[in-house]
Structures are given as structure tokens and as C-alpha cells.
């Protein structure tokens, strides 16, 4: 039985609670920290979000250490793994002093801000006796599983063209609004268009090189993107993200991947499954399970590697750092209007 502790009960905190609340033969929370002394107390009712549990509750944490300070919650014994739910620009430092104390460690995506933080990040792990993993849910989800597994296999053929978005409201439920601020999360690229940059580089590896296109609408950092990813000739891939909509749209995610001999098509707000389209004209859609989702899978995974005292394999800490290094070069395309070499 693990016993972990979480850093930060925001939105991404919560919905993290919630999946060790199922996951009871595998760990047990032994601890949780926040500044805010509400949240600190289980009085999650202000805390919003955008996908999964969209709206807090008050729960009851009897039994479980608070602790206003993330340094005495990793100090605690009793906590094994620590789970980092903190604004991007904490990351860097929390999960490096949990690695150095002997702890296992997931911490939330992106992995850091810079690839110079990625990299310490790397060299603790390195050193440290405690398993390492970003959570990378998109690379556990449902549908997003079902996809790679089309691309790895080809069981359609070979992918002709793929197309992933990210489209959202701009957000508003982060606590005093970091999440717009580019020097604490990076923006909506580094923040939310990275689930799609490091799913593209989990089936098709690094491309050669990225156009991309942005603007800057909230102020901070930018708010929309959409790149061409250059592989071969007879490829074309397309990323889009965005938290640039009205309130009343909302969130979705979704994919289109026109394989040789059919399409795959899903989109979360449609309320239609994700379903294969046949070159023949018809359709089917395969079963998808129903009672997890990609951060029950992720956090499952994790334990899994914990307990068996082995590496993750899935999502590991180097491919996290690239994801961050190509949504930066993204960036770079974006400011300068040219495409970006990939080396």
C-alpha cells in the first residue's frame, strides 16, 4: 500500500483525489497540501475545471495530514509518492526535492516550462531511488489509446493524415488566474496544447520540422495555435489549440485520421462515440471502457510501476521533455514566421 501525497488541490488536485478514492487496494492518500486554507480543509466548492469532474465539492479529509507547506509533505514518512498539482512554474523545484528525499514522484504536465528545468528534473531521476512520470493522460485515454494502437499496427493502413485539436474558453477557474500568466504556465501552448504535441510525438515520433501560427488575444502568452508538423511527403499532420473561445463553448478535444482504408473520427462535445469509417461506406464503433478515463489509467499505471518497482514505459520523463522542447519550437515559428528545424 503506497501512500501518497498531493500538492495542490485545485482542479487537475481534486480529480487526482478522486482516482486514489478508486484506486484503494493500490494506495491510500496519506497527505495533501495547499496554501488556500479552504482547500487545505476539504472545501473544494470554488474549484472549477474543464473536462472530468468539472466542479468541486466539500469532502472530508479526516485522517488524511494538511499541511500549508509542500516541503513538510515531502519530509512526511509516511507519504511514498508525491503528486505534484501545482502551477507549471513549481514543478521544476518540487518534483526535484521529492526525487533527492527518496520519493516517488508524479508530477502534472507539462513538465516544466524550459528544457533547462526538464533537465534537472532528468538528472534528479537519474540519481534517485523513487520512480519518475509526467502525466501525459491523453496518452491514457480511451480513444487516444484505440488511435495509437491503429497508427502502431496499421490496421487500416498507413495514416495518411491527422489532424488533433484542443478548443476551450479561455479559463477562468485557476486560482487568481495563473493559469494566464505565461511566466507561471507558458500559455495555452505549453499549458494546454502540449497534451496534443506530445500525443503526435507518442505515435509518430519527432518530425523533421514545424510552421506554426499564433495570436495573442488575453494579453499573456498565446492563446491559439495551429501548426503543420512536417514528416514525409505523403503525410500531413495538423495541431490546433486554443482557450481563446466565449464562455458558452466551453471544452473540447478531439481527432480526425484518415488512414489508406478508412477514417477515425472523435469529438469529446458531439456526444457520438468515436467511431471508424470504412472506405466501403460503412461505419463502426468499437467499444471504449466507460468507467475510467485517462486519469484513472494514467495514475493506475504509475502504482503499477511503483509496485513492481519498474521504469514507466508509456510516458516517460525524456519524451516529456521533448514535448516541451517541440511546443517551444512551436512557439519559435509562431514569433519568427518561419518553419523550425526538429533535430
Known sequence: MIGVGIIGLGFIGRNHFNQYEQLKEKARIAAVCDKEPDRLAGDWSKVGGNVGDKQGSVRD???????????????DPDVQMVDICVPTYLHAEMAVAALQAGKHVLSEKPMALSVADCDKMLKAAAKAKGKFMIAQCIRFWPECVYLQQAVKTKKFGPLKALHLRRQASTPDYSLNNWILNPKLSGGAILDLHVHDVDFALFMLGKPKSITAQSYKRTGGGYDRVHALWQYKKDLVVQLEGMWDMPPAFGFNMGFTARFEKAAIVFDLTSGKPLTVMHN????????????????????????????????????????????????????????????????
Open 61 to 75: 479529509l479526516t485522517g488524511i495530514k494538511q499541511y500549508p507547506n509542500w516541503k513538510d509533505l515531502i519530509a
Open 280 to 343: 466501403d461506406g460503412s461505419t463502426e464503433t468499437p467499444e471504449m471502457p466507460t468507467r475510467t478515463d485517462g486519469y484513472f489509467n494514467e495514475i493506475a499505471y504509475f502504482l503499477d510501476c511503483v509496485e513492481k518497482k519498474q521504469k514507466p514505459r508509456i510516458s516517460t520523463p525524456a519524451e516529456s521533455r521533448l514535448a516541451v522542447a517541440i511546443a517551444l519550437a512551436e512557439i519559435k515559428s509562431a514569433q519568427t514566421g518561419k518553419p523550425v528545424a526538429i533535430k
